[in-house]
């Protein structure tokens, strides 16, 4: 099953989003437009969907309903989040759908309350919240149906679909430097701070295959690079341990922290894709990596995701990205700040300068990257 459309409402920097979306989808924009944002209605879906979690939690974690209201939303204090999702293909395939609408208590504990919650499969619908018994009892609104296993079975096929969104953006100080951040906290691990323990987790002989195939193409990109593996040290932590071959006769082992920001990040990004079967959330990947291995993310990408059949959301700045030739205009979503108005999402397709450009021979870098730098941004250099 795979997400083939996101409507917002109020969402962060957005008033309003309505986002086709195919196997993957490549997102760009000026700084503070949102792309980050953009990313998280995925994960708070995840977080509704999660045991433990749920409404009140998800939001919480963000900083409390003011934080995820948008700026731009005046008098209306409604945020929404709808999802499309297709599952199969042909005219067999079925349609699902979800829709959560959120408002804040105005006085008291000032509690997040459902304005509707709503669940349909094909033409049926399973759920349309606030029902006769959300009208007995307002505190039932203070929790979706969806994070209830008692009450999601007739659409449980939806909460595990968005219990499997996984997003990325590995640090790699905090790989190197374990002692600057609490590994032990409980949650997501968006940085990457438990991911060997992750990788640990995996059964050995899994594990094993999939770094031997990591490792081979880490050496086409660190040459110097062999035996990547997996070992503990004496108190039972984990590490990743390969050998660096080097102008001595016997090449030297190295650990984690002394590999490089790239080749972790890289290492990260190759176990993610080859690791699980949902929705998958890459922020910026080209950090730290050589423009010319950032060139082939997009084909490499569409190859792994292809053999797991896995949808794949990508946020990037970056030109050798955006270069790559496979990448067509539907699978770009162009960011555009309007001030006060928040920020518009629209596919590369949709937007005709664009569509001439491209015709005319351009990359899709040479024709939606200079749209996303800020106009005066050649006045930086005169700062002093």
């Not at 900083?63 to 209306?76: M, S």
């Not at 490499?300 to 990037?316: D, F, P, Y």
Request: charged share 30%.
């Amino acid at each position: 099953m795979r997400f083939t459309r996101l409507k917002l409402r109020n969402w962060r920097n957005f008033t309003e989003v309505d986002l086709a979306m195919g196997e993957r989808l490549f997102i760009t924009g000026p700084n503070a437009s949102g792309k980050s944002n953009l990313l998280d209605a995925f994960r708070f879906l995840r977080d509704l969907a999660l045991s433990g979690g749920g409404l009140q939690q998800a939001v919480l974690e963000r900083g409390g309903l003011t934080k995820l209201r948008c700026l731009a939303a005046r008098r209306d204090p409604k945020v929404e989040i709808e999802v499309e999702l297709k599952d199969g293909a042909g005219p067999d395939a079925v349609t699902w759908g979800y829709s959560i609408g959120m408002k804040q208590e105005t006085r008291g504990l000032r509690r997040v309350l459902l304005t509707h919650e709503r669940v349909w499969r094909n033409e049926k619908r399973l759920l349309d919240r606030p029902d006769e018994q959300d009208g007995k009892d307002e505190l039932r609104l203070t929790e979706t149906h969806l994070e209830q296993i008692s009450a999601n079975r007739e659409f449980r096929p939806l909460a595990e679909v968005f219990q499997k969104v996984v997003y990325l953006h590995l640090v790699p100080q905090l790989l190197k430097f374990p002692q600057l951040a609490n590994r032990e906290a409980s949650g997501e691990d968006p940085f990457g701070i438990r991911f060997l323990d992750r990788l640990m987790e995996t059964p050995e002989k899994t594990r094993r295959s999939r770094l031997k195939k990591i490792e081979k193409a880490l050496q086409l990109a660190v040459p110097q690079l062999k035996e990547l593996t997996d070992v503990r040290d004496g108190t039972g932590i984990p590490h990743l341990e390969a050998v660096y071959r080097h102008w001595r006769p016997n090449a030297g082992r190295q650990r984690e922290d002394q590999f490089s920001d790239g080749t972790l990040r890289l290492i990260g990004l190759l176990w993610t894709l080859l690791d699980g079967e949902g929705l998958l959330l890459l922020e910026e990947p080209e950090l730290s990596l050589h423009s010319s291995i950032v060139g082939k993310l997009p084909e490499l990408i569409w190859r792994l995701q292809r053999a797991r059949n896995r949808q794949v959301l990508v946020s990037s700045h970056s030109s050798e990205l955006f270069s790559d030739t496979g990448i067509s205009a539907e699978e770009v979503g162009l960011l555009i700040p309007h001030g006060s108005e928040g920020t518009e999402v629209k596919l590369a397709s949709g937007k005709e300068g664009i569509r001439c450009l491209l015709e005319g021979g351009m990359t899709m870098a040479e024709a939606v990257l200079p749209m996303t730098a800020p106009q005066s941004i050649s006045q930086l250099a005169l700062f002093d």
